[in-house]
């Protein structure tokens, strides 16, 4: 009885705080992937501004594409869906059109980063961070790796961390044998399947949240892993090495968006320019150092960028074939 | 008088009723109502009925992962069991104040968020941790033992974190066990494990089985357990059912295997109560 009674006095503060929040124009709903911005970054621009932030966290694109569509609508105003939710939040009619006169600071991104497959003509979505997979190894212990097949070697017994997901997972596979990260061809997927079986023995194991500590910990000495997270590990153990896999990865694409129906647009695009801000930019990337789309704070060439963007492929909506990837997984575990 | 009692009755239970009539009732209703839906390629409904979520749960992958989540809680269940009866056996020739002290002690760690004291094992059991550095520093081992990301991991923090639901109502029904009984065991000749067989055993076996399902259903789906110490190489039902309603946005699929656990659920439930049983002792301790 004890948990229903907090249960329903969390209830209760939240219909609360959903009460005030629709009073106060001076404020701007922001629902973004957790650790993503620096607090101080939130706090600076209410400081500047005087807009409140509510800000709200996910853990995947599902999960935020579930508190979108189960909230009223205005209930956000900025979210941050990557590449394939873009597409699919458009299909559905969920967000509304950007419009870049509003954004001082729109020169600062890079136009590598514009024009993307899910949205050719950035109608609904502006970049905001690029992450990619890669693969990271301790050299002090490993010989050089350059690809997905290297990590097949008995020596690596139980030494490899993979992501806990089962579509950049499965798709590096389907990448090491040479098909498209988004190919559902069953035959593809079993040969997939066989690869992962090859390497079974040399997985320890899956993690999405924190898979940098496997490797600064030393439990294990490869991973693949997301890039930010790969140069965290590094700014603790210089001895490990970061490679963009010769037979591809997979790019995913964090976009600012507004929500249809959002109630506070005006603030919407103030937060976003915000964001774009060079000194701002930078502010994240120090934090978490994923690719930034803002071209005065880039910390790659452009020709490296365009290596990193034409070597690695978007995930895409594979649509109900999604089922096919989850019957494979259930299958590896 | 009665009259005024009865008021009084159903002015205290509204809350609770509507209570379970709205978060447990309509949820479950919910639950079972999608079970029997299509899925679409957003992750939405297609409000039309069909039996084919049931039939997937017979996939070969699936029934194996069935097996394998009531092989690990069978495991716990079991581990949960050998370690509640000396305890509780072992607590009654203690002091009263003793006695009470320990039995805190046993629901101390609620206190504290299951999935932080999770987390806390992996300091313990990793690789470099405090139980492989101890035992290398000793020179009791040389390499590293692999107390984690494998079964043993799992089974570890399944014990730990469940071990309280078996302590507890097998204490209690030890607790209850007339001395006197024990004691002319013991007087007529019988040994200590002849003692616990014909003794104490057949006075506690309910206690023993409303503990084993305070154990293995939740065994069965503490997918953050699988997760975090089992590294996410293996697959519970919990861990099939959240990815559904996640990752593969399938959520009649994941309502049909939750209505799957239930009935599962119910079933033992039953045969518990065809041993005897009583449903009290299942709600409080």
Known sequence: ???????????????????????????????????????????????????????????????????????????????????????????????EEMDISQLVNYENIDEVFLNQSYDENNKYSLPFLLATSVIAYNSENIPKITDYKDLLNPAYKNDIVLLDDERITIGAF??????????????????????????????????????????????????????????????????????????????????????????????????????????????????YPYISTNKNTSNYSEEELKNILSNGSYIKNVSENIKKFDRLWAKMK | MNKKHSIEKYLFTIPVIIYSLLLILLPLLYVLLISFFKSDSYGGMIYTFTLSNYIEIFNITYVRIFLKSIG??????????????????????????????????????????????????????????????????????????????????????????????????????VSKVDTSLIEASYDLGASKIKTFTKVYLPLTISGAFNGSLMVFIPAIGYFFITDILGGGKIMIIGNLIKNQFLTARN??????ISIFLIIMTLLLVRIYKQLGGKMDDLGGM
């Open chain 1, 174 to 287: 389907l990448q090491a044998l040479r098909y498209d990260i988004n190919d559902y061809d069953d035959s593809h997927l079993e040969e997939a399947y066989n690869f992962y079986n090859q390497m079974k023995d040399n997985v320890k194991a899956f993690d999405s949240d924190s898979p940098k500590s496997f490797l600064i910990t030393n439990e294990t000495n490869i991973g693949i892993l997301w890039n930010a997270e790969a140069i965290l590990a590094q700014d603790h153990n210089s001895k490990i090495k970061i490679v963009y896999p010769k037979s591809g990865y997979a790019l995913s694409m964090d976009n600012y968006v507004i929500v249809k129906g959002a109630n506070h647009i005006e603030n919407a695009y103030k937060f976003i320019d915000y964001l774009l801000r060079d000194d701002v930019c930078q502010k994240i990337i120090d934090d």
């Open chain 2, 72 to 173: 690990i809680a069978l495991i716990t269940t079991t581990i949960c069991l050998f370690i509640a009866y000396p305890f509780a056996i072992s607590l009654m020739s203690k002091k009263e104040t003793t006695r009470n002290l320990l039995i805190k002690l046993v629901m101390v760690p609620f206190l504290t968020n299951s999935l932080i004291r999770t987390y806390g094992w992996i300091v313990l059991l990793r690789k470099n941790g405090i139980i492989n550095s101890a035992l290398i520093g000793t020179g009791i081992i040389n390499s590293p033992l692999s107390l984690m990301y494998n079964n043993i991991g799992i089974i570890i923090g399944m014990v730990y974190t469940l071990l309280p639901f078996m302590i507890l109502p097998v204490y209690s029904a």
């Open chain 2, 251 to 256: 959520w009649p699929f994941g309502a049909a």
């Open chain 1, 1 to 95: 009885m004890k948990k229903a009674r907090i249960f329903l006095l969390v209830i209760c503060g939240l219909l609360m705080t959903g009460c005030t929040s629709n009073k106060d124009s001076q404020i701007v709903n922001v629902l973004n992937w957790s650790s993503y911005i620096p607090d101080e970054v939130i706090k600076d621009f209410e400081k500047e501004t005087g807009i409140k932030v509510n800000y709200g966290t996910y853990s995947s694109n599902e999960e935020l594409l579930a508190k979108v569509s189960s909230s009223k609508e205005g209930t956000y105003d900025v979210v941050f869906p990557s590449d394939y939710m873009v597409e699919l939040m458009i299909g559905k009619n969920m967000l």
